[in-house]
């Protein structure tokens, strides 16, 4: 068989396969360019509306008493009784006994005063007479007013004297009696108790740790920034705590339920930390474990957490709007009535966890874009929605 076949017949095969080609893509349609479709971001906005707003100041502390003290024994001896609220968490009333040593020796002290005191006026008394008989003798011998040492005048000075010391000394016996019964300086609860029937206490010892319950303060942090919002003036030499600041809110979560009360700012700490920069207020809440009328809110326990909402200032032509709205902390963008996105420079004046409160750069009646927008450009083009 020839060759000739065999080489022509490749060369046949791509030629057709070419022509092929060519006719597909001369027939082809031709290709319609359509223009880019930009479509507008949607995008929610607020109507600035200036007012007057309250602006509150918000922090937290912890609740502790008003007064704490260590309850002390004036006295020596064996203690021989303890009141049944004399006990941690304990209630007690101002002048409750809670605790009494035992008086024997005391008592036998005031005896044994009772019978100086006997023999100081008696000495007083027989120089009292002596200083008669020793005056006549003189009027009758003399003329003249006797010298003090004839009229035996140092010797009823030194019994006048001697009469006022065993006076003294019973008035101390009685006192130290007294003081064998450990009194409550005030209306008050037991912190800790540290002593227990049978035990010798000694002056000047420890018995337990109280505080008073008729008044708690919270010490509250708060940056000297925000001091500018509360209606209450820094206190300056000679202060003392009002009863006319701002009321202040109290919130805390105890035993799975949130509860509230009511107090007062009565004071501005006089020193900024130097840690944090803060400085720190403290508010007042009146009878804290009284019972209230609200009968499933708890006390006001010491050492319970709370948050804090301290009543600010009314602060005039204000724009309020979410927090999150600001952007590089003094801008906001604004949906001019092209619906474009433009950057707005604004005075803001205080942002809460919530809340932006605006003071200049934006008119009443303007929109401002509320949604969350992550690559803007000034101009943009946008679609509000409700």
Same mark, same amino acid.
């Given at each position: 068989?020839?060759?000739?076949?065999?080489?022509?017949?490749?060369?046949?095969?791509?030629?057709?396969?070419?022509?092929?080609?060519?006719? %597909? +893509?001369?027939?082809?349609?031709?290709?319609?360019? $359509?223009?880019?479709?930009?479509?507008?971001?949607?995008?929610?906005?607020?109507?600035?509306?200036?007012?007057?707003?309250?602006?509150?100041?918000?922090?937290?502390?912890?609740?502790?008493?008003?007064?704490?003290?260590?309850?002390?024994?004036?006295?020596?001896?064996? +203690?021989?009784? +303890?009141?049944?609220? !004399?006990?941690?968490?304990? !209630?007690?009333?101002?002048?409750?006994?809670?605790?009494?040593?035992?008086?024997?020796?005391?008592?036998?002290?005031?005896?044994?005063?009772?019978?100086?005191?006997?023999?100081?006026?008696?000495?007083?008394?027989?120089?009292?007479?002596?200083?008669?008989?020793?005056?006549?003798?003189?009027?009758?011998? #003399?003329?003249?007013?006797?010298?003090?040492?004839?009229?035996?005048?140092?010797?009823?000075?030194?019994?006048?004297?001697?009469? @006022?010391?065993?006076?003294?000394?019973?008035?101390?016996?009685?006192?130290?009696?007294?003081?064998?019964?450990?009194?409550?300086?005030?209306?008050?609860?037991?912190?800790?108790?540290?002593?227990?029937?049978?035990?010798?206490?000694?002056?000047?010892?420890?018995?337990?740790? +109280?505080?008073?319950?008729?008044?708690?303060?919270?010490?509250?942090?708060?940056?000297?920034?925000?001091?500018?919002?509360?209606?209450?003036?820094?206190?300056?030499?000679?202060?003392?705590?009002?009863?006319?600041?701002?009321?202040? %809110?109290?919130?805390?979560?105890?035993?799975?339920?949130?509860?509230?009360?009511?107090?007062?700012?009565?004071?501005?700490?006089?020193?900024?930390?130097?840690?944090?920069?803060?400085?720190? %207020?403290?508010?007042?809440?009146?009878?804290?474990?009284?019972?209230?009328?609200?009968?499933?809110?708890?006390?006001?326990?010491?050492?319970? !957490?709370?948050?804090?909402?301290?009543?600010?200032?009314?602060?005039? #032509?204000?724009?309020?709007?979410?927090?999150?709205?600001?952007?590089? $902390?003094?801008?906001?963008?604004?949906?001019?009535?092209?619906?474009?996105?433009? !950057?707005? @420079?604004?005075?803001?004046?205080?942002?809460?966890?919530?809340?932006?409160?605006?003071?200049?750069?934006?008119?009443?009646?303007?929109?401002?874009?509320?949604?969350?927008?992550?690559?803007?450009?000034?101009?943009?083009?946008? $679609?509000?929605?409700?």
């Amino acid at each position: 068989m020839s060759r000739l076949p065999k080489i022509v017949l490749p060369f046949l095969v791509l030629i057709t396969g070419a022509g092929i080609a060519v006719v %597909i +893509i001369n027939s082809r349609p031709d290709v319609v360019t $359509e223009p880019v479709k930009i479509i507008p971001k949607l995008v929610k906005v607020q109507k600035a509306v200036k007012k007057t707003v309250r602006l509150n100041v918000y922090t937290q502390g912890t609740v502790s008493p008003r007064t704490e003290s260590d309850l002390v024994s004036q006295v020596s001896g064996q +203690i021989t009784e +303890i009141s049944p609220a !004399f006990a941690s968490g304990g !209630f007690f009333d101002k002048g409750d006994v809670l605790v009494r040593v035992d008086e024997s020796d005391y008592a036998l002290i005031i005896t044994q005063t009772r019978l100086q005191v006997a023999q100081a006026e008696l000495k007083l008394n027989i120089e009292e007479q002596e200083a008669k008989v020793a005056l006549q003798e003189w009027q009758r011998l #003399n003329t003249g007013p006797p010298p003090p040492l004839a009229a035996r005048e140092p010797q009823m000075n030194e019994a006048r004297r001697s009469l @006022d010391a065993a006076n003294a000394s019973l008035e101390q016996a009685k006192l130290n009696l007294d003081r064998t019964k450990i009194k409550a300086p005030y209306t008050g609860r037991v912190r800790s108790k540290l002593v227990d029937v049978g035990q010798i206490v000694n002056p000047g010892m420890t018995v337990a740790k +109280i505080y008073s319950v008729d008044e708690a303060e919270i010490r509250l942090p708060i940056p000297d920034r925000d001091l500018e919002f509360l209606d209450f003036p820094i206190d300056f030499r000679g202060w003392q705590d009002r009863n006319d600041g701002p009321t202040i %809110i109290l919130r805390a979560n105890f035993a799975g339920r949130d509860h509230e009360w009511e107090g007062i700012l009565t004071r501005i700490e006089g020193e900024i930390d130097p840690r944090s920069r803060m400085i720190y %207020i403290v508010a007042k809440v009146e009878d804290p474990y009284g019972k209230s009328r609200n009968s499933n809110r708890p006390p006001l326990t010491v050492g319970m !957490f709370v948050h804090a909402e301290i009543e600010g200032k009314l602060i005039d #032509n204000v724009i309020s709007i979410p927090r999150y709205a600001i952007r590089n $902390e003094n801008q906001v963008l604004i949906v001019d009535h092209e619906s474009r996105l433009r !950057f707005r @420079d604004v005075e803001v004046l205080k942002m809460d966890s919530e809340t932006a409160y605006i003071v200049s750069g934006i008119s009443n009646g303007e929109n401002i874009c509320i949604t969350p927008l992550n690559a803007v450009v000034d101009g943009m083009l946008v $679609e509000v929605y409700q």
